[in-house]
């Protein structure tokens, strides 16, 4: 039955831009969410040696 075959393949596209789509949009929303963080611990300088 190729109307069977042609609607599964348009569903299969269908279906594999979504994910595709969706997996953009999620790891957008991840990355902006993520990255302002700041980390809080204090920063200790590093000790100087003095013959250098």
Known sequence: MPQLDT???LMTYL????MLYLAAQ???TFLMT???MICLTPN???PQL???
Do not use: C, D, E, G
């Open 50 to 52: 003095s013959w250098l």
């Open 26 to 28: 999620k790891t957008k």
């Open 7 to 9: 609607v599964y393949i």
């Open 15 to 18: 279906w594999t831009w979504l």
């Open 34 to 36: 993520t990255h302002p």
């Open 44 to 46: 200790k300088p590093t």
